[in-house]
């Protein structure tokens, strides 16, 4: 049985989409029967150093009495955590300022610490494959650095994009994006393969066109989020009124323009239920104020507690971002329910337009357009919302990429000597 070590910020998931993806195909190469799995995390405030969860072999490091203190704040409850969680985002400022020079490392202590997690446990299983994610740089450093001091398979996910990525307001973009590329192309000579979203491909063939040796490496996939629900609902809204469901990071997307197109429109029975950072609600709050639209404001929920939300919902609701490389794991994860969603852009390069042009039941909103322009096609939505059924097999064709047992084939492939990456 091959030995499998996924190297990630947290297990079970605290509060990372990121981490999620990875848990789906920890699960599916579980359940394939042929890898003893593990991973390498975090151990954040009250979690065991060891334990197994599912058959997965979960190992977590303890990163010192502030993480204890501030995992505690962000992600338990605790009185004055609000504080807490301030004065950590006040210290990663003055870090990243620190840092400029070596940018985009920020916090260098801690990449070498997590390297030297990742090598000491390795020297103990000697594992045959090592799998790290890009949801920042430790855990994609302490993967690349122990591929170039033990002989292992080494395959970085960039579930995000590093060289297409956000870029931080306080650097100029042309040296942030030279400096991130010049690490990722670092990375990818010394991996063995990489797993690479189809959002980045465009980003990835721009940089990479003359370099046929790092394009070789390089496998597409997507967010591996698409499990097909088939549970029947269990009853937490308010039948009387249509629920909306948003469900994700609000720190970079703006309802504005969702809320001014369900001003316009004549149906009233409306709450949509955002599930976010409490550090967001004041301001969605205030929008939806503006705009005479009733909103529902609730903390992030644990994942097998969400699933009934959205299983429950009539409409799941995503927004859109500036950024073309960059896509919310969320939408397969909706696609997979069966339902209506509606989902914003303002950049005609929006990831996820070619992902929702083949859904049968979405609706897109070009924010660039009066709100009034939408208002019959929404209108039309909801009130027809649970009427269309959605072909099962259908979803399972078109979104194959999104589905967890692809990157088990893959990862099967790779393992075999001569194994074909494309």
């Not at 400022?93 to 997690?117: A, D, M, N, T």
């Not at 994860?333 to 209506?340: A, C, L, V």
């Not at 337009?353 to 096609?377: C, G, H, N």
Request: glycine share 4%; net charge positive; with cysteine.
């Amino acid at each position: 049985m091959k030995k499998i070590l996924f190297i990630i910020q947290s297990y079970p998931s605290e509060k990372s989409a990121n981490v999620l993806c990875d848990e789906r195909v920890m699960k599916e190469l579980i359940s394939s029967g042929n890898f003893e799995v593990h991973c390498l995390c975090y151990k954040y405030a009250n979690q065991l150093k060891e334990e197994i969860i599912g058959n997965i072999h979960v190992h977590r490091w303890d990163r010192g009495l502030w993480w204890k203190i501030y995992s505690k704040a962000e992600y338990r409850k605790m009185k004055n955590g609000k504080l807490v969680v301030k004065l950590n985002r006040f210290f990663m400022r003055i870090k990243q300022i620190i840092c400029i020079p070596i940018f985009p490392i920020y916090e260098p202590l801690l990449l070498i610490h997590y390297k030297k997690q990742a090598v000491k446990l390795f020297d103990l299983v000697n594992f045959d494959m090592v799998l790290a994610e890009y949801n920042g740089l430790d855990t994609l450093y302490a993967g690349w650095q122990l591929k170039r001091n033990r002989k292992v398979k080494f395959i970085p996910i960039f579930w995000d994009s590093l060289s297409g990525g956000f870029r931080p307001k306080y650097l100029p973009a042309s040296f942030v994006d030279k400096r991130k590329a010049r690490l990722e192309k670092k990375v990818l000579t010394d991996c063995d393969c990489a797993i690479v979203m189809q959002s980045h491909r465009d980003n990835i063939k721009k940089i990479y066109k003359n370099d046929p040796f790092i394009m070789e490496k390089i496998i597409f996939l997507d967010i591996p989020y698409l499990s097909i629900c088939n549970q029947q609902p269990v009853s937490v809204y308010d039948k009387s009124k249509i629920n909306i469901v948003f469900a994700g990071n609000m720190n970079m997307r703006d309802p504005t323009y969702f809320f001014k197109v369900v001003e316009n429109i004549d149906v009233k029975n409306i709450v949509i239920h955002f599930y976010t950072k409490r550090m967001d609600h004041q301001r969605i709050r205030r929008i939806a104020l503006d705009h005479n639209v009733t909103v529902e404001l609730n903390d992030y929920v644990s994942h097998d507690t969400l699933k009934k939300f959205l299983n429950d919902a009539d409409i799941l609701l995503n927004f859109g971002v500036a950024n073309p490389n960059a896509i919310s794991g969320k939408v397969f994860e909706y696609i997979g329910y069966m339902k209506p969603i509606i989902s914003t852009y303002f950049i005609d390069n929006e990831a996820v337009i070619p992902v929702l042009k083949k859904y049968p039941s979405a609706l897109l909103i070009d924010e660039r357009k009066k709100p009034e322009e939408y208002k019959f096609s929404i209108t039309n939505l909801l009130l027809n919302q649970g009427k269309n059924k959605i072909d099962v097999g259908m979803i399972k064709r078109e979104y194959r990429k999104n589905m967890p047992e692809s990157y088990v084939l893959k990862l099967e492939e790779i393992l075999k000597e001569g194994g074909n990456f494309e």
